[in-house]
């Protein structure tokens, strides 16, 4: 079966969607756990995997963390302890997104998985069998859905979702050259404040179903 990449904004439901449809396709949800996995297959032990996850990324610098068990103790970070330090063995920046991009082309490999993020759609825009969906909702439901899971005031919530869209167009404009609202990067394009977020999933399968890839069935 085709993999599927989901690009969203930042509390456009992804993650509830991405489960949903994990749990109707019996896809595997392609998160920290199968990156390990994946490194592992490809000789890199889970001490040496880095994630520069597109909604952590910080414009004056990058943030590593380490999958797994292990905790990586990394640079000052508005997301991390302030007296954390970096090994002296730690992955440069440009290895890191090395290192991503190899683990995402790995579990396209495996078929039925669903990437969040991480570039999935630039990484693999090239790729035969893959269903690229863009997930977008407008500010105010956004921010709403962010304050009632986070537990914080509107107004917060709504400073945080800019914070993260920011970070996220700035992590894709530097890292994959690509201008993560560009509509044409995508199969499928939803407005989840139009829309229930299981019948998102029903659209996103339905899509998958009707997808179309010369010389190749599923």
Not at 43 to 49: L, N, Q
Not at 60 to 83: H, I, M, N, T
Not at 133 to 150: D, F
Not at 180 to 194: P, R, S
Request: proline share 3%.
């Amino acid at each position: 079966m085709p993999v599927i990449t989901i690009s969203r904004q930042y509390g456009s439901g992804a993650v509830e969607i991405a489960e949903r449809v994990c749990e109707l396709l019996d896809y595997t949800y392609f998160d920290k756990e199968l990156m390990i996995k994946v490194a592992g297959e490809m000789g890199i032990s889970e001490e040496g995997v880095f994630d520069f996850s597109e909604d952590q990324y910080q414009m004056r610098g990058f943030l590593e963390r380490l999958f797994g068990r292990r905790r990586l103790r990394v640079e000052r970070s508005d997301l991390v302890d302030a007296d954390a330090a970096l090994p002296p063995d730690a992955l440069s920046e440009a290895d890191g997104i090395d290192l991503v991009r190899d683990t995402v082309h790995a579990a396209y490999k495996h078929d039925d998985v669903v990437i969040v993020g991480r570039g999935g759609q630039a990484i693999l825009r090239e790729k035969p069998g893959v269903l690229h969906v863009r997930l977008n909702a407008p500010l105010g439901a956004r921010a709403l859905r962010v304050k009632e899971r986070s537990h914080i005031m509107l107004g917060q919530a709504t400073d945080l979702v800019r914070d993260k869209d920011e970070r996220a167009s700035a992590y894709l404009a530097r890292f994959h050259g690509i201008d993560w609202d560009n509509t044409l990067l995508y199969h499928l394009v939803i407005n989840t404040g139009k829309w229930e977020l299981t019948d998102v999933a029903e659209v996103i399968i339905s899509a998958l179903n009707n997808l179309r890839i010369p010389g190749k069935t599923f």
